[in-house]
């Protein structure tokens, strides 16, 4: 699987386990809304980055730092297992400057994984947002 699906299919699952991040103390909530704003950012730079063919290095390398932090960051909320996993499927995904060499600018495939960078990064901003409001 690309990077780009690998990416919101993690995003796809935490938004689906909004419920249980949701029954988390309120303090710990929030900063685990903070963790998924800034997921949510980060993939938004690099989506931004890749649109003006510029290699976003630094950014894959702090996706990559997310991704390591995962399962510490949300582990107790989610089941470590599945937090491992979709850990797992982070990591794997955090170097996406492939799409520069592999697909041509205005290519359909290359716009259509942009699109999935995108998308996963509003569903982590969504979540964020959603965990933030739960009573």
Known sequence: MDPASLI?????????????????????????????TTIGACLRDVAASLRNDVIPH??????????????????????????????????EAHQVEWLLSELDPGHPEREMRLAKIERASGIFDALAATIRAAR
């Open 58 to 91: 630094g950014k894959c390398a702090e996706m990559e730092v997310y991704a390591s932090r995962l399962a510490e960051t949300v582990g107790d909320a989610i089941g470590n297992q599945v937090a491992e996993e979709q850990a797992a499927m982070l990591r």
């Open 8 to 36: 919101l299919q993690v995003a796809e699952k935490l938004w689906g386990l909004r419920n249980e991040l949701s029954r988390v103390r309120r303090d710990r909530r929030d900063r685990v809304a903070d963790y998924f």
